[in-house]
């Protein structure tokens, strides 16, 4: 999760989301060399004391304007559509979960091997433990193997929601009537946290998405616990 | 075709008659005779309606001079103005003064309606400049201009006044938040208190966020401190 006064994106938890932090990075030194650009040029002609009353027409230089961003804007581009289409491949998936959003909870089936099914409701206030993030915290966890590709099938069951998690990467709008399929594959163990990212009525801020990524047997355990309590 | 034909297709920059006398120039100089005629007679048109009188009776009043002056011969055109017989090119050309200091030769001077003793400084201008002392020199500077050029380029020092109000307005929203803090405003979440911060902290630690630049990259693990 974020921690305060973070101003830049977290830590990335699947090779995407590395990709994406590299073409943000890419992107943004453009940008920052654009606009180092124009408040020189800002600069000095805001300081000059001189004026050309003669000037009407400039073509070379409207030429030059013209081209030059056109270049910049295909080196942002390519790897803008690289990455683009990268989001979208699926590598012979191990596992698919279904997320289904519901006003206002989440509610996740592992149907694969065995039927597992749960709900994920956001803890109040008065249900945290001490050192527990408000708003974030949730009853039931989405439990998953680490170092696995995972399909994710999104969908809703009354309005639209948007499933997202931002550390691997990840946003897709959950539609009602409709299967949205997300490739999802966490490199390291940890908690990941995301919320809600389609206005959906009245707690709307308050229905996230808890991601816990564990080792294969730790998975296997829970898998086991999930169908025992059922 | 007749004058009064003529003089109505003025204020279009036709001249429908009288090519004759243009048939020797060439054509680049032809188009920009007219445009000279154009200029002239919005110029020209306008000083009539300042003095507010109806359109026929300019015209009227017109004719002969516009007989006199274009009709006949491209000598005269060429000779008022610029390069080429263009008029030259006026930023203000409604004959008003104005200031400014890429255009220091105004058209017309600050004061057009002069008293008795300023219009005998006039006349004495018109004499010997050796005979006008140094505070009729200053005199007549200012008749003919408002400000210097030094005058005119000086700073006014109106951002104190932009930079003073907004920091005024901009303090003033702190009172107003302060006020809504302290009586509006409800009480925040104990998550947000030291203990539950601190304790949160530990959590993530334990947890590793952000491991590769971010919170859990600062601590060192084995010795329990930050790096």
Known sequence: MATPAQLGLMDAASPVMEEMIYFHDHVMLVLILITCLIFYSMLVLISSKYIYRFLTDGHVIETVWTVIPAIILVVVALPSLKLLYLTDELDSPQLTIKGVGHQWYWSYEYTDYYDIEFDSYMLPLGDLNKGDARLLEVDNRVVLPVDTSVRMLVTAADVIHAWTVPSLGLKMDAVPGRLNQLALQCSRVGTFYGQCSEICGANHSFMPIVIEAVPVETFEAWCDAMLDSE | ?227
Request: charge should be positive; aromatic fraction near 10%; proline fraction near 6%.
């Open chain 2, 1 to 227: 075709m007749s004058y009064k034909c003529m003089t109505l297709l003025r204020p279009f920059g036709i001249l429908p008659v009288g090519l004759s006398h243009v048939a020797h120039v060439r054509s680049f100089e032809f188009i920009r005779f007219f445009l000279a005629i154009s200029i002239q007679n919005c110029r020209f048109l306008n000083t009539l309606s300042q003095k507010g009188r109806t359109m026929a009776h300019q015209l009227m009043r017109a004719v002969p001079r516009l007989v006199a002056r274009r009709a006949f011969s491209t000598s005269l055109a060429r000779a008022g103005g610029g390069a080429g017989g263009m008029p030259a090119w006026q930023v203000n050309p409604r004959n008003v003064y104005e200031d400014r200091p890429d255009f220091p030769m105004p058209n017309v001077p600050y004061v057009s309606e002069l008293s008795d003793a300023q219009k005998a400084l006039k006349a004495k201008e018109a004499g010997d400049w050796k005979s006008l002392s140094d505070e009729e020199l200053k005199e007549l500077y200012r008749l003919k201009f408002h400000k210097t050029l030094a005058e005119a380029e000086a700073p006014t020092g109106e951002w104190k006044t932009v930079v003073g109000g907004t920091s005024l307005i901009i303090a003033l929203t702190f009172v107003l938040y302060i006020i809504q803090k302290k009586y509006a405003m409800p009480a925040m979440p104990e998550t947000c208190n030291y203990e539950w911060q601190e304790a949160m902290m530990k959590k993530q630690l334990q947890m590793r966020n952000n491991p590769v630049e971010g919170l859990a990259s600062k601590w060192d693990y084995e010795n329990n401190k930050w790096k």
